[in-house]
Every structure is written in C-alpha cells, then in structure tokens.
C-alpha cells in the first residue's frame, strides 16, 4: 500500500482513476486487517486481497475484477 516516494496505492488509484475512470483496481498488502484500522475504506472493498495469497487465488481476484463481480467468494 506504500510505495517509493511516500505514495500510498490508494492515492496512485485515485490519480489514475480520475484519469481513466473505467480502469480496473486489485488492492493488495501485507498489512493485516487490524494494521490497517477500522477507518480504512480497503477493509470493504471487494478488489482488496490480504497477504499471503496463492497465484490462483490471484488470478481469480484479476478475473473477478474484469468481469465486474464484486465480493467474490475467494
């Protein structure tokens, strides 16, 4: 969620998103749930995976996010 330069990937998203609206967003840190805090807008959103995850669960989280499914059962 922190990148070089002090950027969250949140505040990346946002800058692209206001540049692409339609573009399609996958969350992922290996923050856990209570790191995080209980304000943070990525603990319901249905495009965020938390660290440790499998490649297929990846892949399936990318497919969801494409096709638009929102709150998959991964």
Do not use: W
């Amino acid at each position: 969620m922190v990148m070089p330069g002090g950027i969250s990937g949140q505040e990346l998203a946002r800058r692209l998103l206001s540049e692409n609206p339609g573009l399609k967003v996958v969350y992922n840190s290996g923050y856990t749930d209570e790191m995080l805090g209980e304000n943070s807008p990525l603990r319901d959103n249905p495009n965020f995976m938390e660290k440790p995850f499998g490649p297929h669960k990846l892949l399936k989280q990318v497919r969801n996010c494409l096709d638009g499914v929102a709150g998959s059962d991964l």
